[in-house]
């Protein structure tokens, strides 16, 4: 089963078939809705390069006999400047709508996106949502929740992006792509009208974020005006929680964010795991993680199998020494805490899931 199975699952019941084949590379057409940046390819070449192609294209056929890619087009990119000749796809039967759904799924669950990319991928799905509704299309609970679910993150969350993308001036959102604000602040600054958005910019254009935090979220807090209508009383409300449920939405996104970085920049992930009744060590093939930080793992074997772990943190620690039955006791130099007596052990930096960028 792969990777994007489990993605595709998600749509319900979008999937007709699903076939794979060696396709001739020129044959390969990127996705015209596919607004994601095509970053890194030479990184990634050298990455296949050395270990070959880990995963799958998934395509669709056109009508001109061409394949869409769905998912892979930094893949397919960097092969091509490789001089590959063909390269192994999964063909599925989907509808145009359930193709970007899946094209902005995969996206999202293989690469680290900047803010702006999420927007996009917002309003993509509303419009998607939107249309489907009005085919007649039954679809199980709110827009933005279906929403959240395709990007991994909450409602309230699709709200906050919704409102920053609205209202945020365009100055203020690339400080939010280079990180030179955070989300909470993007939000909040959202809420100010353009001249003040402004005057915060030209505040904060040469502060950096990590030392003079306290200053910019001073300033932000100094000129935000009262809330007088009803609707925006009510919008605020449940925009901005309080505060120990933020912190904690932003310590869960924070601890998502390290463990995705992490998978991207060392390679041969292996979970361990050591406490009074298991000791072990499993290989990662595939993963996924939801929003409410349950790591979902296939791992590798003589079948198929897999574990769900709830990740509690991630954490660097020293090396730990444990005694595998049957095996040599390991010391892994390179490993960070999920939880009591869980970890993940990372052999050397640079791998194979810089392919899932």
């Not at 699903?18 to 990455?47: C, H, K, M, W």
């Not at 001109?64 to 769905?70: A, F, K, Q, R, V």
């Not at 998912?71 to 989907?94: D, M, N, W």
């Amino acid at each position: 089963m792969s990777y994007l199975k489990g993605i595709a699952d998600r749509i319900n019941g979008v999937e007709k078939q699903s076939f794979t084949q060696e396709i001739d590379i020129n044959s390969l057409v990127p996705s015209s809705n596919n607004f994601y940046g095509i970053r890194e390819i030479e990184e990634l070449a050298e990455s296949i390069k050395e270990s070959g192609l880990m995963h799958n294209l998934v395509t669709r056929k056109k009508d001109d006999g061409t394949y869409e890619i769905i998912s892979g087009e930094r893949r397919f990119h960097a092969a091509k400047s490789l001089g590959y000749k063909t390269l192994p796809c999964q063909v599925k039967e989907i509808s145009d709508l359930d193709a970007e759904i899946m094209l902005i799924q995969a996206n999202e669950a293989q690469r680290e996106l900047t803010p702006s990319e999420k927007m996009e991928g917002i309003k993509r799905l509303e419009a998607i949502y939107k249309q489907k509704r009005g085919n007649g299309e039954k679809l199980q609970g709110k827009t933005r929740d279906l929403i959240g679910k395709d990007l991994g993150i909450s409602g309230v969350q699709v709200g906050r992006y919704k409102k920053i993308d609205k209202d945020l001036i365009p100055d203020l959102k690339e400080k939010l792509d280079k990180e030179e604000i955070t989300l909470t602040q993007a939000h909040t600054l959202s809420s100010l009208n353009k001249d003040e958005q402004k005057i915060i910019n030209d505040e904060i254009k040469d502060l950096n974020i990590k030392v003079h935090k306290e200053e910019i979220e001073t300033l932000v807090e100094g000129i935000k005006q009262p809330v007088e209508r009803e609707l925006d009383k009510h919008l605020i409300d449940e925009m901005y929680l309080p505060k120990q449920v933020r912190d904690k939405e932003d310590k869960d996104e924070d601890i998502i964010y390290k463990f995705k970085k992490a998978l991207k920049e060392f390679e041969h992930p292996r979970l361990i795991i050591s406490n009074d009744f298991i000791k072990g060590m499993f290989y990662i093939k595939q993963f996924s993680i939801s929003t409410d930080k349950i790591l979902s793992i296939n791992t590798e074997g003589y079948k198929t199998s897999y574990l769900a772990i709830k990740i509690n943190c991630f954490e660097k620690v020293e090396r730990i020494s444990i005694e595998i039955e049957f095996g040599k006791p390991i010391e892994p130099k390179i490993l960070y805490k999920l939880s009591d007596g869980i970890y993940v052990w990372f052999k050397k930096k640079i791998g194979l899931f810089n392919q899932n960028k």
